[in-house]
């Protein structure tokens, strides 16, 4: 049975699951079942939240997801939280922008957040509040906020979420916006790149400094934007001619299936041996060279692509008439596919990895997943 297919049932089998799954045990005719955290997922709508927040209905946990007041109009954003919610989610209402107001007495603003949560009259200038009243619905939270800086990049702005969560004191897990390489091994990373993992770096210290229980999840390379195109800059989609290898194509490189990636994330929540850890996506089939994944795409295409090799030299050399953005971009394929950041260390006392942890998950191996490309 593939991984989806097992979710598939899950998904329509809930109780049964539920009672097989566990973080506090207590006993019931002989049999131990466990109860779930309950989750809240901020970042829903994402590329990475939305698979997130379906791996938690399918795993079983009662799950929230923030609705961001500041959506407007976008109607594709409240059509996907009105589907979540269709799905078992619920929606909670709570905004990252705001205004302070000092002067207010702390009883009169708690009279009137009282009025706001009753639905009775919005008030704007509560959005710390806010995001308070939601931390405070659930025991894990995880935020999937933008991280990729040719589409949005607001990685800081997770600062007022980890105040939230320091001020609702309630919270057992919080797994930030990381799904990467693990920035704690990227301090000499190039510039302008490095700026993701510094940031990502810079939350990490607000929650240790917050003493907040915490899991990092080092996801490596999501197949959208890593395999699905052979790892060719600028497209999404694999060639049917010409490659091209990073130096000799030999670096080793991880590989992950989106859903796998919300799989292993959600399986870890109720984990104690991944409490206060980095959570490394490993799987054994899907580490490859660059010219493993491209043979397994031409099996699939049936004929050979024509290789053209560039050097790091002329990688690097390359980024001298970029913009910003993909100075970004070539700065990470560097560590990637010339450094091999990914793959390059031994996983220490720090970290566990997900696959040897969750053998149960059937993870996605590259040859199918890239035969959606066909
Ligand atoms: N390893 C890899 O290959 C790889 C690839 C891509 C991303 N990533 C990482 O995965 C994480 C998530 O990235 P993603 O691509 O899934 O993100 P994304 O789809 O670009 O955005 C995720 C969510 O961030 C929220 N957001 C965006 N702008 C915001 C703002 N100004 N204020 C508040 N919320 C805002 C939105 O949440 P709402 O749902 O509330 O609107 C959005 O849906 C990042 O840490 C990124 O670095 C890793």
Known sequence: MSQRENLE??????????????????????????????VLVVGGTGYIGRRIVKASLALGHT???????????????????????EQGAQLVEGS?????????????????????????????????QSLVDAVKLVDVVICTMSGVHFRSHNILMQLKLVEAIKEAGNIKRFLPSEFGTDPSRMDKALEPGKVSFDEKMTVRKAIEEAKIP??????NCFGGYFAGNLAQRGTLVPPRDKVAIYGDGKTKVIYLDEDD????????????????????LRPPENILTQLQLVE???????????????????????????????????????????????????IGEEGKEASALYPEV?????????????
């Open 214 to 219: 915490f899991t990092y999840v080092s996801a």
């Open 96 to 128: 990252f922008f705001g205004v302070q107001i000092p002067f207010l007495s702390p009883s009169f603003i708690s009279f009137l957040q009282g009025r706001r949560l009753k639905g009775r009259i919005p008030i704007p200038f509560f959005d710390h």
């Open 296 to 346: 397994k795409w031409e099996k699939l295409l049936g004929k050979k692509l024509q290789k053209f090799s560039i050097s790091a030299k002329d990688f690097l050399a390359s980024m001298k008439v970029m913009d910003f953005t993909e100075q970004v971009g070539v700065g990470h394929f560097y560590h990637i596919f010339y450094e091999g950041c990914l793959s390059n260390f031994e």
């Open 362 to 374: 059937r993870y996605t191996h590259m040859d199918a997943y890239l035969k959606r490309y066909l």
């Open 63 to 85: 799950t929230y997801v923030l609705q961001r007041r500041e959506i407007g109009l976008d109607i594709e954003k409240l059509q996907m939280l009105l589907s979540f919610k």
């Open 261 to 280: 990636i919300a799989t292993y994330t959600i399986k870890t929540l109720d984990d104690p041996r991944t409490l206060n850890k980095t959570l490394y």
């Open 9 to 38: 049932r899950i998904q329509t089998q809930p109780k049964l699951y539920v009672s097989l799954q566990c973080s506090e045990p207590f006993e019931a005719k002989n049999k131990i079942y466990m109860e779930k955290s309950k």
